[in-house]
């Protein structure tokens, strides 16, 4: 078996701020995503990622960047952090051949005052 | 374009009773649908996964699915449930990009409140 860890689990920003947030995962696999979840909308997809270095656009790019610095880390940047945000980043991990379920890491949530 | 709909957003059940979450999607292209389950506070699990052959696929946890394609669904249903199935549970459909991954399309989820 494998995890995902997500770091930080709890992450506190102010408005225009630049956020970080980071993804491991020890599956071995190709693609990489992240996800916001928001209550009542379900899970958009920010970027992806099916290889290191490679980044894709998602529904939601709009905001954000992201980096995968290696096959097992991928992070996202919140470029600017919008007043009264609030939103669970949710980090996933998959095979791209083979087996299609997705691996979801424990969460963080952002709160921005 | 395909996406997919949960039409209820909370399903209260006592324990012991089945239940079915419904789904429905829309076809655009080679089928692949799924369910995950969320406990508070956690990430998402996969429970299950249909994309070819017997219609009924058997899950973790005593979860099956059915797949119609008459009826564009894909409902969840679990003969008798306990009260640690509460939690929320997302039915998806694949977005098929070949070798350039895997983007799944989520509903907006069913809370399941199991009552004892």
């Known amino acids: 078996g494998g995890i995902i860890t997500q770091t930080p689990k709890f992450l506190i920003g102010q408005e225009g701020q630049k956020l970080t947030l980071k993804c491991q995962q020890n599956?071995?696999?190709?693609?990489m995503y992240w996800y916001r979840q928001d209550s009542g909308k379900g899970l958009r997809l920010i970027y992806y990622?099916?290889?290191?270095?490679?980044?894709q656009k998602g529904d939601l790019s709009e905001g954000y960047d992201a980096s995968r610095e290696k096959k097992s880390s991928f992070s996202l940047t919140v470029t600017s952090a919008q007043k009264n945000e609030m939103a669970v980043f949710l980090c996933?991990?998959?095979?791209?051949?083979?087996?299609?379920?997705?691996?979801f890491g424990p969460g963080t949530r952002l709160t921005v005052l | 374009t395909q996406t997919v709909s949960q039409s209820d957003a909370h399903v209260t059940v006592f324990e012991g009773d089945s239940v079915e979450l419904r789904c429905n999607y829309s076809?655009?292209?080679?089928?692949?649908l799924s369910w995950y389950i969320q406990h508070h506070g956690h990430g998402l699990q996969f429970l299950l996964k249909?994309?070819?052959?017997?219609?009924v696929v058997q899950g973790v946890n005593g979860f099956e699915a059915e797949f119609s394609k008459s009826d564009s669904s894909f409902h969840l249903r679990k003969a008798s449930v306990h009260w640690s199935d509460s939690a929320v549970y997302f039915c998806?459909?694949?977005?098929?990009?070949?070798?350039?991954?895997?983007?799944?399309?989520f509903g907006i989820g069913t809370l399941l409140s199991v009552k004892p």
């Open positions: 990622s099916i290889t290191e270095n490679d980044l």
């Open positions: 996933a991990s998959s095979n791209t051949g083979g087996a299609r379920e997705q691996y």
């Open positions: 599956f071995n696999h190709d693609t």
């Open positions: 998806a459909v694949r977005k098929n990009y070949g070798s350039s991954g895997n983007k799944l399309i």
């Open positions: 249909y994309y070819s052959g017997n219609p």
């Open positions: 076809y655009g292209g080679s089928i692949y």
